[in-house]
């Protein structure tokens, strides 16, 4: 594991395999961290690496990055300091794999920087779909366990930052549908079926981007070598 350091933010982040950089954004709400790949039903970062130069990061205030909060923090933040640490390693053009709010990140990263996103792969997006609650609450108590490390975010910046967040009406959180339908990026979205990822997230990504190809089976065991295959093909294609 790696650290990068751009002004008062901490990024951990490991390296692994060569080829085309394709980054990493993992499950596990805002404590997205390498660590939560072991969990997925594969890990891309054993499967990409024999192929990819694979990039994966902790996000701010996960795992083992570090970063203040204030009341202007949300998606961009995020997004900012993705492509500060691509920037750092000298990346300029790349592929993308993230799943659950790595498909919030992906959507913001193909809206900021859309020809350095070579392809994408979400993995069962979040979306709104009847279910904010659930995504107020996750951040209330991520909130609550982070605030003893926070004595300079007060009630104020911690409210500002859910807002920001969560507080919109937008599907996939960090973009609007109509912004989506400019993209010009391929994707490659495995379908949600839960309450974080409701298949209406995955279907509207699909739906709303030009060039995006929905794969609705792919968590049974029994699916998984063929959708492993489909991901792999899929970024080989676009990424080679």
């Known amino acids: 594991m790696s650290t990068f ?7 951990h982040y490991e390296e692994t395999g060569s080829g085309f950089p394709v980054l990493l954004l993992a499950p596990g709400g805002l404590s997205s961290a390498v660590d939560f790949w072991e ?7 054993e499967a990409l690496s024999p192929h990819f130069r694979v990039i994966a990061m902790d996000q701010r ?8 909060v204030h009341a202007s923090d949300g998606w961009d933040t995020y997004t900012a300091d993705q492509l500060a640490l691509l920037d750092h390693l000298g990346v300029d053009r790349f592929g993308v794999l993230g799943m659950c709010i790595g498909g919030a990140f992906i959507v913001s990263l ?6 350095r996103v070579a392809a994408a ?6 979306g709104l779909d009847g279910n904010r609650e659930l995504f107020t609450a996750s951040f ?3 909130a609550e366990e982070k605030k003893d490390l926070h004595p300079e975010a007060g009630p104020a910046d911690w409210a500002g930052f859910k807002q920001n967040l969560y507080g919109g009406h937008d599907v996939l959180w960090s973009v609007p549908g109509s912004e989506i339908a400019a993209f010009s990026t391929p994707i490659l979205v495995l379908m949600g079926d839960d309450e974080h990822h409701p298949q209406s997230a995955s279907r509207h990504l699909a739906e709303w981007a030009p060039n995006a190809t929905l794969v609705e089976a792919w968590k049974p065991e029994a699916d998984r070598p063929a959708a492993r ?12």
């Open 110 to 115: 193909i809206h900021t920087a859309p020809t």
């Open 229 to 240: 295959a489909a991901v792999e093909k899929f970024l080989v294609e676009h990424c080679g």
């Open 121 to 126: 792969v979400a993995l069962q997006p979040i």
């Open 140 to 142: 209330d108590a991520f």
């Open 5 to 11: 350091e751009h002004g008062d933010v901490s990024i």
């Open 39 to 45: 969990r997925a039903p594969w890990n891309p970062v």
């Open 61 to 68: 205030n996960a795992g083992r990055s570090f970063a203040p």
